[in-house]
């Protein structure tokens, strides 16, 4: 990372506004080392779901591709917005958010393709949206944002309020068995290292203790909740298995581990009528 000084990793809690400022930070700071480092397995307009490489094209979550022209689809934590390009491409109308000026620099970078003039960039905050209530028909996210705020209920109500009642937000975020493990790809990644119940936020503090980096776990009881509570019915829950093809690794995650235990949660939402 771009730091002078290495920051020390804990665990501690950090607030939603102490844990977005650290998210706009490293993202900014980082979206260049990660889009070099992933952006080929993510592809320019490709829509994929997390490092298993479940493609949206095959698993049609958000439904079948050919219904999805003409939708307003908003995607949260898009980064460089590969997955609402592919979306474009499929003649919806898509809206990338994030909260990273440099990560929409990357979407900026990547510009053309079929639907392009369809694609809409947003800098903001996922708990904050600048949107008219049922404002879409979808929303999405793939590992956007959830990860790595404080209060993802405020999220989810956010995302629920710009929905059309009975649409469908779908998203992605790392399987809550893995902050039982190691984030390691290789054979020291399989002993359960901490609690799968102990809550409290991986924090990387530079040396004045202030947040640059947060990640907030919560178990899969805690989502499915924070999932009816922000006024969503849980259609399903997907657990991409490893695909043979797949022989690459990204950070934690790899064929090893991915073979043995999942990596990738997936909730398919439906927004209730209030
Ligand atoms: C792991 S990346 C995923 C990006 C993209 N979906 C992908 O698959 O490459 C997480 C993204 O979430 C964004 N993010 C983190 N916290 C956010 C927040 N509170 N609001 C909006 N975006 C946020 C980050 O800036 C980053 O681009």
Redo the contacts with the bound molecule.
Sequence with gaps: MNQEHEPEATRRNASDTE??RA??GW?DSN?DE?QSE?GAF?GDDRF?W?PEGLDEADAALLGPAAELKGRRIL??????A??SRWLAAQGALPVA????HR?LQHALRIAGGPGEDALGLVE????ALPFRDGSFDLAC?????L???ADPVR?LREVRRVLRPGGRFVFSVSHPIRWAFPDEPGPEGLSVGASYFDRTPYVEQDEAGRAVYVEHHRTLGDRVRDVVAAGFRLEDLVEPEWPEWNTQEWGGWSPLRGRLIPGTAIFVCSAVAP
């Design positions: 844990s977005s998210s706009r993202w979206a990660y992933h993510l994929v997390g995607e949260i934590g898009a980064g460089a590969q997955c958010l994030d909260i990273s990560q903001a905050d996922a708990g996210s793939a590992y956007g944002a990860p790595f705020v999220v």
